[in-house]
């Protein structure tokens, strides 16, 4: 049981980027998924999450930028950056609840992706 982050990468400011996540492995069931990051120098923050039904919450300084959505038949959480800014230049991760045959609940991580912002 995994989680498979891609999608980041170099981009301007007022860019956009897509990144995606997948859960993969014998999984039954899937809780709140998410997306973190890290800049450099700092402690890993909370960018936005989505509950099993659809409930969304976001930092406040992406609110109106990033729309984070998930796919449950396909086990993927996909968070979709416009109007990026240098200050979201980060290691993003993903983070899953998920429910396994080996593991009942537990709480995942996926390699981090990264996001620069630059000209």
């Known amino acids: 049981v995994q989680l498979q982050a891609s999608g980041g990468g170099l981009v301007q400011p007022g860019g956009s980027l897509r990144l995606s996540c997948a859960a993969d492995?014998?999984?039954?069931?899937?809780?709140?998924m998410g997306w973190y990051r890290q800049a450099p120098g700092r402690q890993r923050e909370l960018v936005a999450t989505i509950t099993s039904q659809g409930t969304t919450n976001y930092v406040d300084s992406v609110k109106g930028r990033f729309t984070i959505s998930r796919d449950n038949a396909s086990k993927r959480v996909t968070l979709q950056m416009n109007s990026l800014e240098p200050k979201d230049t980060a290691v993003y991760y993903c983070?899953?609840?998920?429910?396994?045959?080996?593991?009942?609940?537990?709480?995942?991580w996926g390699q981090g992706t990264q996001v620069t912002v630059s000209s």
């Open positions: 492995g014998r999984i039954l069931a899937i809780n709140t």
């Open positions: 983070n899953a609840d998920l429910y396994s045959v080996a593991s009942n609940w537990r709480n995942y």
